[in-house]
Each structure stands twice: as C-alpha cells, then as structure tokens.
C-alpha cells in the first residue's frame, strides 16, 4: 500500500484545510443560528462539499497516473450526480412529496444507466 503523508507538503492535505475547514466552521454555524426546520442546509452542504472534494482527489490523482475514464462510466456519474441532485431539490426546496414524478426520475437514470452499460459492452465485444 503507497504511503500517505499527513502534512502540509501533501497537496490534498493543504486543499483539505483550505477547503473544508471554513465549511465545517460555517456548517457549525449555520446550525446554531438557523431554525430547527432548516438543518438540512448545512447537512447538505457539507455532503456535497465533501463528495466534491473526494472526487477532486480521485479525479486529479488519475490524471497524473496518465489514465482516462471511458465515456460510459463518466456518463453513469453524471446521471447518478443529476437525479441525486434533483431528487434533493424536489424533496427539500420545492417540499413536494415522494411520488410518480421522482419514481419516474429514479427509473429514467436507471434506463440511462441500463443503456450506457450495454453500450459499452457493446463497443467491448465489437472491439474483440
């Protein structure tokens, strides 16, 4: 396993402290002053937060190994990243309750998941 160095000669380390430090501290913040009904914004923010950070580390660590995600797994990204985030506007901004219209949401990006798999092993089989 490849060692990782806890300091501030690390590159993610740094971007670690400047990044998520102050939106931890505005987290903690935000969830003193805010009413009780309006927890979920500083929960929401430090989630997307951090799954942005982790994926900036995943996606900057790939680029220097020189590899390349294929267009059909950053296509499952995208949608899973879309009807999340739709998902979270329908439920928490718009206040609409789970229904046809998010079970509808959920089985379209499973479709787009569904034909972006089949194309790809389409193109895997196609190639050999």
């Known amino acids: 396993m490849k ?3 806890l300091s501030f000669k690390n590159k993610y380390v740094k971007m670690w402290f400047v990044w998520m430090i102050p939106l931890i501290i505005l987290t903690l913040l935000l969830f003193i002053f805010l009413p009780l009904p309006y ?3 500083p929960a929401l923010l430090l989630t997307i937060s951090a799954n942005i950070f982790y994926a900036w580390v995943k996606l900057d660590k790939r ?3 020189g590899t390349k995600m294929d267009k059909y797994n950053r296509n499952i990204m995208v949608i899973v990243f879309i009807v999340i985030m739709l998902l979270v506007i329908f439920t928490y901004w718009l206040k609409l309750n789970f229904g046809y219209g ?3 949401l959920i089985i379209a990006g ?3 998941i569904f034909l972006n798999l089949k194309a790809k092993f389409n193109e ?3 190639q050999t």
């Open 102 to 104: 998010q079970l509808f």
């Open 110 to 112: 499973g479709v787009g």
């Open 3 to 5: 060692e990782f160095e």
């Open 124 to 126: 895997k089989n196609y």
């Open 39 to 41: 927890h979920w914004i």
């Open 63 to 65: 680029k220097k190994s």
